[in-house]
């Protein structure tokens, strides 16, 4: 069946730091990859996503791009805020199917 | 913004006893669902519901389970005898048409805790 792996967390770093948080996944086809966040003491939202090989999504200086020969999505920013500390979840969707997510990976960064 | 609410965020219950958690979507959204994630375990889908039935729903929704849209803004997600195992963090969330997860919006959650 399908499903999402991304690494485990807490992730820590300080300001200004390049961050990755890896997302791999199982699927048949060609599903639909998103990256949404959770901001302490509020909804899941979508944060970006790409929808075919090769696209790169990105929004508020987060990107990842849709590596079909590796069957990953990994998040990355250049240098991170103290505004950017949330739970970040890799999910994927294939047409109309329920979202399959992964466990979440909590970011906190210190100024 | 328009935004899902649910209620309570914290819940706090007995084993066996039935809880009723509760989601007002998006005015103009047609379709509703429940997720829920354990502790250290993955989001999990749980159902989907649109035009008053259900259209799709997991090998967890299982009879001690039930949604309903008991009025024109509410959508509820019901556990008739709770277990230890169904603590979890619930969200809800609706989208105005059916697909994938550009058109979700979710609330913020509702932490349940069964003792």
């Known amino acids: 069946g399908n499903s999402v792996t991304q690494m485990e967390g807490p992730v820590t770093l300080s300001e200004e730091a390049f961050l990755t948080i890896n997302c791999t996944y199982t699927?048949?086809?060609?599903?639909?990859l998103f990256w949404y966040v959770q901001y302490p003491g509020e909804g899941l939202q979508l944060l970006l996503k790409?929808?075919?090989?090769?696209d790169k999504g990105s929004n508020k200086g987060f990107e990842a791009t849709y590596r079909k020969e590796t069957t990953s999505f990994h998040l990355e920013k250049g240098s991170v805020q103290v505004s950017d500390s949330a739970v970040y979840f890799c999910a994927l969707s294939r047409g109309n199917t329920p979202l399959v997510f992964g466990k979440g990976t909590r970011l906190s960064v210190i100024a | 913004e328009p935004e899902v609410t649910q209620t309570p965020s914290h819940q706090v219950t007995q084993m066996g006893q039935e809880v009723i958690l509760r989601c007002v979507p998006i005015?103009?959204?047609?379709?509703f669902y429940w997720y829920r994630q354990i502790l250290g375990q993955k989001v999990e889908f749980l159902v989907s519901?649109?035009?008053?039935?259900?259209?799709?729903k997991s090998e967890i929704f299982d009879d001690q389970f039930s949604v309903e849209r008991p009025d024109g803004s509410n959508f509820t997600l019901k556990i008739r005898s709770t277990k230890l195992e169904d603590s979890a963090m619930y969200f809800c969330?609706?989208?105005?048409?059916?697909?994938?997860?550009?058109?979700?919006?979710f609330g913020s959650g509702t932490q349940l805790s069964v003792l």
């Open positions: 969330a609706s989208s105005e048409a059916r697909g994938g997860g550009e058109k979700l919006f």
């Open positions: 790409a929808t075919k090989a090769d």
């Open positions: 699927a048949t086809g060609y599903p639909s």
């Open positions: 005015s103009n959204h047609l379709y």
């Open positions: 519901f649109y035009n008053n039935e259900i259209s799709e």
